[in-house]
């Protein structure tokens, strides 16, 4: 059945500025098998979203369902959810394999019963043999592997991860939450990744929660929230974007500092395309096109001058001076280009800068 937020919300105290951070009016559910993963900015409300799961914090309002029970007054350790921390927090005095087997010790389970069942999840998790080590000679990705393991041996009815990745470095990362991925898969729970780290989000997950001031965002499959952003917000925080500011006019066209663009009508949820309304133009810089002056077919051709130029190895970043503004542009061409143009169907429609983020917001 998995985890329900129902209108959760909750509250710190006030700080020194006399601002009380916390979470409001959360309606999230996750299915089981299902991995979400939480990002936003720092102070969004992620972390505190899983300390309320958790039971290190009670909500001031709403319910917190796992498997249809109302978990509220129960102690953390009575919940029954594997929690894997971002600094791994192993024992350094046991082995490996007591260190995966201590929630069972905690839970009364005889001694060979639960190094039974530690080997068992150690294997699972590619640290077949290693049992009788120390954590400190482990690598930072086994020590996580280690702490996945420990966070999943006892059976819980939800993983929660904590920003388990960010301690490794670049190339140890993608192949541990690939590994996350299909230990998750296999144990089929409900499982809720808080991270910064929005190619990670990206990647892992099977549904992407985007909060900004403790309050979801948008709520989506991690394609729809980076192609379909419902707000400016979104839009920018999930990879990067191309703004310009525009008004509409009858006829498929958008006037910016740019020049007349037309566009394919393709509009955040809710936003009146009407004659004289204000909007933001969205462009993904991957859908920004190389091309060349007085090149035919290109219904939005803007000649210009390379600028800033970035080489990444397999695509090239580069900003693109046009009149009236620059445009970043993300291409696999090694060529420089004279103009760039900009596809109708790759432009996204959004509220103007000006008009809250809340309006229009979908939940799924």
Do not use: W
Not at 94 to 111: C, D, E, F, H, W
């Amino acid at each position: 059945m998995g985890i329900d937020f129902r209108q959760v919300g909750f509250r710190y105290a006030a700080g020194q500025d006399g601002q009380a951070a916390g979470v409001a009016d959360i309606d999230l559910a996750v299915d089981d098998g299902e991995l979400l993963a939480l990002i936003g900015p720092s102070g969004s409300g992620k972390s505190t979203l899983l300390k309320l799961l958790a039971g290190f914090f009670d909500p001031h309002a709403g319910q917190i369902l796992v498997d249809g029970q109302d978990v509220a007054g129960l102690a953390p350790e009575r919940r029954r959810l594997g929690m894997v921390f971002q600094n791994y927090a192993l024992f350094p005095h046991m082995s490996v394999a007591q260190n995966t087997a201590y929630p069972l010790k905690v839970r009364g389970i005889g001694r060979a019963e639960r190094l039974a069942a530690a080997d068992a999840m150690l294997a699972r998790v590619g640290l077949a043999g290693m049992g009788g080590r120390a954590p400190a000679s482990l690598s930072g990705g086994q020590q996580q592997r280690v702490a996945l393991a420990r966070a999943l041996v006892f059976e819980p009815r939800a993983l929660l991860l904590d920003e388990p990745l960010s301690a490794l470095d670049a190339g140890l990362r993608v192949a541990m939450r690939d590994e996350i991925r299909r230990v998750q898969r296999e144990a089929g729970i409900a499982t809720i990744h808080v991270t910064h780290d929005q190619e990670e989000a990206l990647s892992i997950a099977d549904r992407v929660a985007v909060l900004r001031d403790g309050r979801l965002e948008q709520v989506g499959p991690p394609q729809a929230i980076y192609d379909r952003p419902c707000s400016r917000f979104v839009a920018g925080f999930v990879g990067q974007a191309n703004f310009i500011d525009g008004v509409l006019r009858d006829g498929g066209v958008v006037e910016t500092p740019l020049g007349a663009l037309r566009h394919a009508g393709i509009a955040a949820p809710g936003l009146v395309l009407a004659d004289g309304a204000a909007v933001t133009v969205l462009v993904r810089p991957e859908r920004v096109e190389p091309a060349a002056t007085g090149a035919t077919g290109h219904p939005n051709l803007l000649p210009g001058t390379l600028g800033e130029d970035r080489f990444l190895g397999a695509v090239r970043r580069y900003d693109f001076r046009v009149a009236g503004g620059l445009l970043r542009v993300e291409s696999r061409h090694r060529d420089t280009p004279d103009a760039v143009a900009i596809p109708p169907e790759a432009i996204r429609l959004l509220p103007p800068a000006a008009e809250a983020s809340t309006e229009g917001r979908p939940p799924t």
